[in-house]
């Protein structure tokens, strides 16, 4: 049996607009959407078939229970979602012409998770543990549960740690964002972070001295995700690029989610992450790739995850 694969983090409302082009003031059509990092990745996971729970927090409103139904439509575990006296929190997406998007975040509910008693925790032994840090790191008592859980987990857990960064949550505080995540890469055993991410919290041009540079901090296995550039794993012993998939982008929105969600729901499937081959390891990440790329064909980070079935049976072409 597979490993159950725990999300802590933010659940949120995204509203993306379907009018899409370089002019910001002029949008009127908004469709809501279900997202947020880490309820993203739960998602995936369980819409693969994998074992997912999701922690936070939402609005005790319709929204709120709008995304407690939708995690449970994919089969997520939400005995762990708190419901608060505040509104759930929403983000506003706008797309480019190239499936690129920017967010507007007006942040509620995910604030307010607090980590509950130790008994809570029994049946979260010998799991992986996610940790998306889009909001997570801000101003709220969930700041403080993600750091007391990930110091709780870390000895008997795998823990995976996605940055998630938004300029829009953190102008003229990127020093302060580089610090958590920095204090946070000391508790990973795994991260996830785009190439921009990459150079913006190590100062590194250069793709795999920029990977070094987190490793140093004792985490084994990093992906840097690259957009049409395709995926560099890297791992102490050894590290390579791996191509990416052709795709018709129409939406952008959680293709990282997408992928770091399909390659927990295949590492979940392991005793141990330690006894991988760089080889699985790489096959693995093929398979994150075309579930991210077709995730990229639709709008909606959680409306566009696809089944096992059908990424195995599809024919993927390599990018150019």
Request: hydrophobic share 40%; proline share 2%; net charge negative.
């Given at each position: 049996?597979?490993?159950?694969?725990?999300?802590?983090g933010e659940a949120l409302?995204?509203?993306?607009?379907?009018?899409?082009?370089?002019?910001?003031?002029?949008?009127?059509?908004?469709?809501?959407?279900?997202?947020?990092?880490?309820?993203?990745?739960?998602?995936?996971?369980?819409?693969?078939?994998?074992?997912?729970?999701?922690?936070?927090?939402?609005?005790?409103?319709?929204?709120?229970?709008?995304?407690?139904?939708?995690?449970?439509?994919?089969?997520?575990?939400?005995?762990?979602?708190?419901?608060?006296?505040?509104?759930?929190?929403?983000?506003?997406?706008?797309?480019?012409?190239?499936?690129?998007?920017?967010?507007?975040?007006?942040?509620?509910?995910?604030?307010?998770?607090?980590?509950?008693?130790?008994?809570?925790?029994?049946?979260?032994?010998?799991?992986?543990?996610?940790?998306?840090?889009?909001?997570?790191?801000?101003?709220?008592?969930?700041?403080?549960?993600?750091?007391?859980?990930?110091?709780?987990?870390?000895?008997?857990?795998?823990?995976?740690?996605?940055?998630?960064?938004r300029v829009d949550l953190?102008?003229?505080?990127?020093?302060?964002?580089?610090?958590?995540?920095?204090?946070?890469?000391?508790?990973?055993?795994?991260?996830?972070?785009?190439?921009?991410?990459?150079?913006?919290?190590?100062?590194?041009?250069?793709?795999?001295?920029?990977?070094?540079?987190?490793?140093?901090?004792?985490?084994?296995?990093?992906?840097?995700?690259?957009?049409?550039?395709?995926?560099?794993?890297?791992?102490?012993?050894?590290?390579?690029?791996?191509?990416?998939?052709?795709?018709?982008?129409?939406?952008?929105?959680?293709?990282?989610?997408?992928?770091?969600?399909?390659?927990?729901?295949?590492?979940?499937?392991?005793?141990?992450?330690?006894?991988?081959?760089?080889?699985?390891?790489?096959?693995?990440?093929?398979?994150?790739?075309?579930?991210?790329?077709?995730?990229?064909?639709?709008?909606?980070?959680?409306?566009?995850?696809?089944?096992?079935s059908e990424v195995q049976?599809?024919?993927?072409?390599?990018?150019?």
């Amino acid at each position: 049996m597979s490993k159950k694969v725990i999300c802590i983090g933010e659940a949120l409302i995204d509203f993306v607009c379907t009018d899409v082009g370089e002019n910001k003031t002029d949008k009127e059509v908004y469709l809501r959407k279900p997202g947020g990092a880490p309820a993203n990745v739960s998602a995936c996971i369980g819409r693969l078939g994998g074992q997912a729970e999701f922690l936070g927090a939402v609005g005790k409103d319709a929204f709120g229970d709008y995304l407690i139904d939708t995690l449970k439509k994919y089969y997520v575990g939400v005995s762990g979602v708190q419901k608060v006296s505040v509104p759930t929190t929403l983000a506003f997406v706008t797309l480019q012409d190239d499936g690129e998007r920017e967010f507007i975040f007006n942040r509620g509910a995910d604030a307010e998770f607090t980590v509950e008693k130790q008994s809570d925790w029994d049946k979260f032994s010998n799991a992986i543990f996610h940790f998306g840090s889009a909001t997570a790191f801000l101003e709220g008592s969930l700041q403080n549960a993600y750091f007391a859980m990930a110091e709780r987990c870390r000895d008997n857990n795998l823990v995976c740690f996605d940055p998630n960064y938004r300029v829009d949550l953190w102008k003229n505080r990127l020093e302060i964002f580089k610090a958590k995540c920095n204090a946070f890469f000391k508790l990973a055993d795994m991260v996830k972070v785009s190439e921009e991410e990459l150079q913006l919290l190590t100062g590194e041009p250069d793709l795999q001295m920029g990977c070094n540079v987190i490793h140093e901090f004792g985490v084994d296995i990093i992906f840097v995700t690259m957009g049409n550039k395709g995926c560099h794993l890297s791992t102490h012993e050894e590290a390579r690029t791996v191509a990416a998939f052709k795709i018709n982008a129409i939406d952008t929105t959680g293709a990282g989610d997408a992928f770091i969600g399909a390659m927990l729901y295949k590492l979940s499937s392991f005793d141990s992450v330690d006894d991988l081959t760089f080889n699985e390891l790489q096959t693995a990440v093929i398979f994150a790739q075309k579930v991210s790329a077709t995730v990229c064909e639709k709008m909606g980070a959680m409306t566009a995850l696809p089944t096992e079935s059908e990424v195995q049976t599809r024919e993927f072409e390599a990018a150019d």
